[in-house]
């Protein structure tokens, strides 16, 4: 295989998680990295040995030289900065949340189609092992038709300190966090038609909501509450593990805390141990999450290497962008939302 060259923009907190899984990924290296933030561009180009170091995204765009562009800034920058990559025509990632609005995550899509450059959205969480190992049970039909689930994230894990703009934003959860769980509610239940949310600012220390609960009616017919927050006290803190309960015509699936997956059929029930990998530059709790970016670049550079569609695919996000709108829609306004309407 060629080896794909990128570069890389925004050198923040998480932009780190992505330098190691790049290192370790087949295919592909970073060549070039971007930071308007001189201190964090040092730190970052420092520590991985990148001699090509940006502080303005044009110039590194005009300047090329690599094959693809990894956007780890926050949601603000990620429209100019994907239609910057589409006018250079250089396939892009983009970090979560995809755009502030649908709207921009629309124009987004249409920008890079137009372009006919691939655009996926880094949305990692479905490249869990243990999310994984779910779909693989549900794709061996050994639980039937599945007719009801639950996907649930509920800690009480400080994400302020690494993450300081969580708690300054009017959305919170439901952007930040909740876009994963709906994300993976789609992934395992399938596309949504309409939903009905709730939520709750219980820290008084933040600006946008900490709790929500949301209920889906999946086009299959499932229904599927995602409920996720970050005001939860346990006295066995799960962050950052999703907890997933799901019932079906022959049998039933629960991961539960610890990354136990026990599975109910006709043959029985077996528990089995679906921990991720604690990679060398992990550490813990976060590793489930670092294994997860490790996993979803090296799907990016084999789909992109072979021509392929991409899991995360900006069109395939929009559908789980729509979630988030929705559920804001109907936290609103107290109505059930129609999300088919919300993409068209
Ligand atoms: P951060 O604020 O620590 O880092 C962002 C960096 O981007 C900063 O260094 C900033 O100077 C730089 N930047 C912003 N706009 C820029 C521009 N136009 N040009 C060049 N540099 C620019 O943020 P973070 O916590 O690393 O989060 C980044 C993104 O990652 C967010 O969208 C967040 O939601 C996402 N995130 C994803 C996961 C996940 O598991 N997928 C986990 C944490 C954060
Ligand atoms: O994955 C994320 O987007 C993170 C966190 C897990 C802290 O919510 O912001």
């Known amino acids: 295989m060629t080896e794909l060259k990128g570069a890389l923009i925004g050198c923040g ?28 561009l040092k730190i970052v180009g420092d520590q991985f040995g990148i001699e090509r170091r940006y502080s303005d995204a044009e110039a590194l765009l005009a300047d090329g030289g690599f094959d693809f ?9 990620h429209r100019p900065l994907v239609e910057m990559a589409a006018r250079h025509k250089v396939p892009v990632i983009c970090q979560k949340p995809f755009a502030k609005t649908l709207a921009d995550a629309k124009a987004m899509v249409q920008a890079c189609r137009e372009a006919s450059i691939p655009l996926m959205i880094h949305e990692n969480f479905r490249w869990q092992t243990p999310i994984q190992a ?10 039937g038709t599945p007719f009801w689930g639950r996907f649930s994230f509920r800690s009480g894990y400080d994400v302020f300190s690494g993450q300081p703009y969580l708690a300054e934003g009017e959305r919170f959860i439901i952007e930040d966090l909740g876009i994963h769980t709906l994300d993976i509610a789609r992934y395992i239940l399938g596309d949504v038609k309409a939903l009905t949310a709730r939520t709750k600012r219980v820290n008084p220390n933040i600006k946008g909501e900490d709790v929500a609960t949301i209920l889906l009616d999946h086009n299959s017919g499932a229904t599927s509450v995602v409920d996720v927050s970050y005001a939860t006290k346990l006295s066995n803190e799960p962050f950052p593990e999703t907890l997933i309960e799901l019932d079906g015509s022959d049998g039933s699936i629960r991961l539960s805390q610890g990354y136990q997956l026990e599975v109910t059929s006709a043959d029985g029930t077996r528990t089995i141990d679906v ?33 392929g569609e991409h899991s995360t695919s900006g069109a395939d996000n929009l559908k789980t962008f729509a979630l ?18 919300l993409l068209r």
């Not at 562009?69 to 920058?77: C, E, F, Y």
């Not at 604690?278 to 590793?287: D, K, V």
């Not at 929705?326 to 936290?331: F, I, L, M, R």
Request: with cysteine; proline share 3%; aromatic share 8%.
């Open 13 to 40: 907190f998480f932009a780190v998680n992505q330098m190691h899984a790049w290192n370790d990924v087949e295919g592909a290296k970073i060549v070039a990295i971007c930071d308007r933030d001189p201190e964090r």
């Open 275 to 307: 921990s991720p990998r604690l990679l060398s530059w992990a550490s813990r709790p976060w590793h489930n999450i670092q294994e997860s970016v490790y996993a979803i670049q090296q799907h990016w550079v084999d789909q992109l290497s072979q021509g």
């Open 324 to 341: 988030v709108e929705g559920a804001y829609e109907s936290a609103a306004t107290g109505q059930r939302v129609d999300v088919g309407a």
């Open 69 to 77: 562009v990894d956007i780890a800034t926050t949601v603000q920058s």
């Open 134 to 143: 779910v779909r693989k049970i549900l794709d061996a039909a050994a639980i």
